[in-house]
């Protein structure tokens, strides 16, 4: 039988954007797009899975196609999603001699159905995983960030993810209420691609909307607003322009998506227990995932909810390293009730 401590268990956190894989052990050993390049013409099959695969999107021909895999945090594509699942397992975890498979745990939204979770067990599975473990992405991200989730006193974590926007309060080790917005990173990035379509009568790609969200995108006014160059297509004549566009207008196109997620955040308060909310009014909300990076955002929801909004130290990782110390919770619970079977017998 393998140690505990030697077993290739892993905990992967499947993001719309990003997939992270985290090694108990070792911690995260990968960080990839969520990308998948396909052949769409003659013998069909996978080209490229993520960063090569990323650097193709907006860029390939029609015989090409880069897709993501995964849409609003669930599966919108099984055998790409399956391809890629393996094809990050095998890069993060070499197989032993003996042939043996991980056990993985990876993260849903709270809101997915039963059809969708055995849609991502299927997908584990075929990837290689000889046993799998769901975990609600709220509570990957509240034990990534280190919150005490198993005291009876409320903690509310809400993670902004590329796919959705996790809101939950969690107590004595379960989560109380929750509620999974399908409006997040993408959701913002498209906010403006509409709004310099609309604006400037410019079309932009993906990766450049992210990119300015990135660069000069807040979601409150700043002493010295910035530009940025930004290079697009003319919607009328077709011909390549650049352009100059201001952090103001930035935060313009993302207050839409950003209200919206405030909205969602003060839904789950008000359906929270009144002992719970004193809990939550006294330690705060923790803001993990990659909105937590954008400027501006943590004041927002704090502003408009009358509670104190605090970014978790390193709010990407969250989920992934959640994941990890889930499956390691698990284990240890495991090993302790063996031990005493063991001694009863």
Known sequence: MTP???????GIDLGT???LVYMTGKGIVLREPSVVA???????????????????????PGSIAAIRPLRDGVIANLEATESMLKYFIRKAVRTSILGMNPRIAICVPCGVTEVEKRTVEEAARSAGARDVMLVDEPMAAALGAGLDIHRAHGCMVVDIGGGTCETAVISLGGIVTCKS?????????????????????MVIGERTAEELKIQIGSLAPAANEATMETRGRDMINGLPVSFVISSAEVREALMEPALQIVESVRQVLENTPPELSADILESGITLTGGGALLRGMA???SGKTG?????AGNPLDCVALGSGRALEEMMMVKRTLEYSRAETV
């Open 181 to 201: 917005l399908r409006v997040a990173g993408n959701k913002m990035d498209e906010a403006i691609t509409l709004y310099i379509k609309k604006k400037y009568g």
């Open 4 to 10: 505990f401590f030697m077993s290739k268990d892993v």
């Open 307 to 311: 509670v104190r909004v605090k970014p």
């Open 299 to 301: 004041q927002l929801l």
């Open 17 to 19: 954007t990003n997939t």
């Open 38 to 60: 396909v052949s769409t013409e003659g013998r069909r099959g996978i080209i490229a899975i993520g960063e090569e695969a990323r650097v193709m999107l907006g860029r390939t």
